[in-house]
């Protein structure tokens, strides 16, 4: 549908704006290719993003991530693109500015609380759901497997039991459960359906006495699997019944469709704070996925050195996802490869294409970001690889990132520090020299689920949820220069309670990625004696862990790259 299209269909409706949101009733979890609406409207490929559509303009609302990204993929004579959150209450205060007073949106796209936070607070615009204009129907059947619980390590019963407690708690019938990700941790259920996550995208029923039924089209599965077009009228059906749901989570479309003699009442979704505290049998998986992914990519580096010149990034991502395909347990990339060579290093998420695809510098940084789905876990990690003889300019920032890493890595807090006072910790390294960056500094990870996972961050938009032992997140500052390159230094790594202190529970973070860090782009001498014994104790239980799954080339290749700074 083109810009003109959806102009003709707002003076139909009588709309002075439309909305169109990335996503679908699966609020904030990954989508179809086919099923990016903002791309097929106007070519911004970004995971984060609105357009709002108005009768003279058009205005794409992106975060720092992607603001020189979506100035390369959209026409700017068209579209406006503005760095700001891409939130429906930034929408609103720009159409506001506008003078327009008529929004239609797709009540799929956002949850029951946003909405009524929006109708309170703009009383003189008119909200209207105007449905998906853009829909796009080309899933085929699906078929949802069942997860062993020798890696989810508690079975499906065991967890809809917690379920149970919680609703005899509080003295309701049903939880319905719209988050993806959390009626796949739920049920030990995952499916192939998405490129880079294994959830099955189904809403989840569960009743009182643990009884499951599932909402979803073409989908196959061991449990009863209703239709999308009977889930009002079964939730209407239960009259006499309390069903909680989660406000962040559940479309307000639902609420719509339902008659107000539902009993249909907010409660937090359980499985989100459940999954993210990581059971031993889910962080002994990520431990041990970590190694073998940390075998693939030394494999990488080691080839990479022995390759000539006229490699491009696609080339790297085709070489690195074959590697990964040889680890024991190996599903899916968990997000596309971003392989970016010099200038391309400074978008944030840019990922090549085959319109994009760039050779490698002979002497320049290639900024390589990449994790795998395993059966026993997930992983995510960025090295910036130096290419021939870096600069002067490139070392001083890459190190400074480096000093910015290594603090997060061995802070140590109380538990329950949210994310947001430890955000801090790293940017005051960047800040120093005059430096920052515009994403996150830790996002919180599955475990065979998605990549980006809440209620953890670390970040200095992060909730108030604070940290507990045994979550996962990553740590990955960066600095960003436009036209030149880009640099981040990611791994992951997991809390665990600090033993020596005596007056309070504490906690630290132990890393969990296994990946040599580019010694040619540190200055030791900017490093503190802290910092380098930090460094060469990380580098040494690296080698000490890969060396037994590497060949003898590859084992020659990470002495020299683990060897003491």
Not at 79 to 95: A, E, Q, S, Y
Not at 287 to 310: M, S, T, Y
């Given at each position: 549908?083109?810009?003109?299209?959806?102009?003709?269909?707002?003076?139909?409706?009588?709309?002075?704006?439309?909305?169109?949101?990335?996503?679908?009733?699966?609020?904030?979890?990954?989508?179809?290719?086919?099923?990016?609406?903002?791309?097929?409207?106007?070519?911004?490929?970004?995971?984060?993003?609105?357009?709002?559509?108005?009768?003279?303009?058009?205005?794409?609302?992106?975060?720092?991530?992607?603001?020189?990204?979506?100035?390369?993929?959209?026409?700017?004579?068209?579209?406006?693109?503005?760095?700001?959150?891409?939130?429906?209450?930034?929408?609103?205060?720009?159409?506001?500015?506008?003078?327009?007073?008529?929004?239609?949106?797709?009540?799929w796209c956002h949850p029951i609380v946003e909405m009524e936070f929006l109708k309170r607070r703009y009383r003189d615009i008119r909200f209207v759901d105007a449905g998906d204009w853009l829909h796009s129907d080309s899933v085929g059947p699906v078929t949802a497997m069942r997860r062993d619980v020798q890696f989810a390590g508690k079975s499906r019963e065991e967890k809809c039991k917690l379920v149970a407690d919680m609703l005899l708690e509080k003295q309701s019938d049903y939880y319905l459960f719209t988050s993806a990700d959390s009626v796949s941790w739920l049920l030990n259920l995952y499916a192939r359906d998405l490129p880079c996550s294994p959830v099955v995208r189904a809403y989840a029923l569960i009743s009182l006495k643990g009884d499951v039924i599932l909402f979803s089209d073409r989908l196959q599965a061991d449990l009863p699997v209703k239709p999308w077009n009977k889930l009002a009228d079964t939730l209407s059906g239960l009259k006499d019944a309390k069903i909680l749901y989660d406000?962040?989570?559940?479309?307000?479309?639902?609420?719509?469709?339902?008659?107000?003699?539902?009993?249909?009442?907010?409660?937090?979704?359980?499985?989100?704070?459940?999954?993210?505290?990581?059971?031993?049998?889910?962080?002994?998986?990520?431990?041990?996925?970590?190694?073998?992914?940390?075998?693939?990519?030394?494999?990488?580096?080691?080839?990479?050195?022995?390759?000539?010149?006229?490699?491009?990034?696609?080339?790297?991502?085709?070489?690195?996802?074959?590697?990964?395909?040889?680890?024991?347990?190996?599903?899916?990339?968990?997000?596309?490869?971003?392989?970016?060579?010099?200038?391309?290093?400074?978008?944030?998420?840019?990922?090549?294409?085959?319109?994009?695809?760039?050779?490698?510098?002979?002497?320049?940084l290639l900024l390589l970001d990449s994790g795998g789905q395993y059966l026993d876990g997930t992983t995510d990690v960025t090295r910036t690889i130096a290419l021939g003889t870096p600069t002067t300019e490139m070392i001083k920032d890459f190190t400074t990132v480096l000093k910015a890493h290594i603090a997060l890595a061995q802070v140590r807090f109380p538990v329950g520090t949210a994310g947001i006072k430890l955000d801090v910790i790293a940017r005051a390294n960047l800040w120093q020299n005059g430096e920052d960056y515009k994403h996150g500094t830790g996002h919180g990870v599955a475990c065979f689920g998605n990549v980006h996972e809440g209620p953890i961050s670390i970040s200095v938009g992060s909730s108030e949820y604070g940290f507990r032992s045994n979550m996962v997140c990553s740590n990955e500052p960066g600095v960003y220069k436009e036209g030149k390159y880009g640099i981040r230094i990611e791994n992951l790594q997991y809390t665990t309670i600090v033993k020596d202190v005596e007056s309070a529970e504490f906690l630290k973070f132990c890393y969990l990625t296994k990946v040599p860090i580019d010694k040619k782009l540190i200055d030791k001498y900017m490093l503190g004696a802290g910092e380098r014994e930090w460094l060469n104790s990380y580098h040494q239980d690296v080698y000490n862990t890969l060396t037994p799954y590497l060949s003898s080339e590859a084992k020659l290749w990470l002495e020299k790259a683990c060897s003491p700074l």
């Open positions: 549908m083109t810009l003109d299209e959806i102009r003709n269909k707002m003076k139909q409706c009588g709309l002075g704006a439309y909305v169109i949101s990335h996503g679908n009733r699966f609020i904030g979890q990954d989508i179809l290719p086919s099923e990016h609406k903002i791309k097929n409207v106007c070519g911004f490929s970004g995971s984060a993003g609105i357009l709002a559509v108005t009768s003279d303009n058009a205005y794409l609302l992106v975060d720092g991530r992607y603001e020189l990204q979506a100035r390369r993929q959209v026409n700017v004579n068209e579209i406006t693109v503005v760095d700001k959150m891409p939130r429906f209450k930034n929408v609103c205060d720009l159409l506001q500015e506008k003078g327009i007073s008529d929004i239609g949106y797709d009540a406000g962040h989570t559940t479309p307000e479309k639902i609420k719509l469709l339902l008659s107000d003699e539902v009993s249909f009442n907010k409660a937090p979704d359980i499985c989100q704070e459940l999954k993210a505290i990581k059971n031993d049998v889910e962080l002994q998986g990520m431990i041990n996925c970590h190694i073998r992914d940390g075998v693939a990519l030394v494999n990488l580096f080691c080839w990479l050195e022995k390759q000539p010149h006229g490699l491009t990034e696609l080339d790297i991502v085709k070489k690195l996802h074959a590697l990964r395909a040889e680890q024991e347990y190996f599903f899916s990339e968990s997000f596309e490869t971003i392989a970016a060579a010099g200038e391309n290093g400074a978008i944030v998420h840019y990922q090549p294409t085959h319109e994009t695809n760039t050779l490698l510098p002979e002497n320049g």
